[in-house]
C-alpha cells in the first residue's frame, strides 16, 4: 500500500512528523513505533495509533510470543 499525506493532520507543529503520524493514520496502522521524544512519543497515541518507542514496542511484542 502506497499512501500520501495530503497535510491535513497538524497536531504537532513540526511539520516532518505530521507527515509520519498521518501515513500512520492513513495506513491504518496499530503502532508507530519511533524514537522521537520531541514531539511524537509525548502523544502515547492519535486517532487509535498507538506510539511506542523502540524498546517498549519490543518488550510487548516479546511478551506477545511468549503467551
Excluded: W
Excluded at 16 to 23: F, G, S
Excluded at 50 to 63: D, G, K, M, W
Amino acid at each position: 500500500m502506497v499512501v500520501v499525506p495530503t497535510g491535513k493532520i497538524n497536531p504537532i507543529h513540526y511539520q516532518p512528523d505530521n507527515k509520519v503520524l498521518e501515513v500512520a493514520i492513513l495506513g491504518k496502522c496499530d503502532v508507530l513505533v519511533t524514537g522521537d521524544k520531541k514531539h511524537l512519543l509525548p502523544l502515547k497515541s492519535f486517532q487509535g495509533v498507538a506510539i511506542e518507542s523502540p524498546s517498549h514496542f519490543l518488550r510487548r511484542l516479546n511478551t506477545l510470543k511468549g503467551s
